[in-house]
């Protein structure tokens, strides 16, 4: 009976150390858990705080946007406006070009003096 007391002693003894292991292997687990969280919850805060700011930052920048919007329209419309006068102007700048090519080829002493382009190839 004595060995059965005895064995019975040990069992309960591996058996609390078990529990004991596995109860501490949980404590350490809860610790680490508990410690992301707390972490988490600093970084939930953190980036609020960064989130307001950064909304504090857009604000001015979205009350300037139509006013912006609205100098690139009009910048747009002026440009646009300016395009039937550049086509004049270059029809005209053609023109006036023509003329003064014309009056370059007219003699005052009564000649009459050919143009002639690319006289090296004609002749070679």
Do not use: C
């Not at 009976?1 to 529990?19: A, E, P």
């Not at 139509?66 to 006068?85: G, H, L, Q």
Request: charge should be negative; glycine fraction near 4%; aromatic fraction near 8%.
């Amino acid at each position: 009976m004595n060995f059965i007391v005895q064995t019975r002693k040990k069992n309960f003894h591996q058996s609390t150390y078990l529990i004991t292991d596995q109860l501490q292997e949980i404590d350490r687990t809860i610790n680490e858990l508990s410690n992301g969280v707390e972490a988490l919850n600093e970084d939930l805060k953190r980036l609020g705080i960064e989130y307001v700011r950064r909304q504090n930052e857009l604000q001015p920048i979205l009350q300037k946007l139509p006013i912006i919007k609205k100098s690139i329209d009009e910048d747009n419309a002026f440009v646009d406006s300016m395009k039937p006068n550049q086509e004049n102007n270059q029809r005209e700048i053609l023109s006036m070009t023509q003329k003064f090519d014309e009056i370059k080829m007219v003699s005052y002493d009564g000649a009459y003096i050919w143009k002639i382009s690319n006289v090296q190839e004609k002749m070679g």
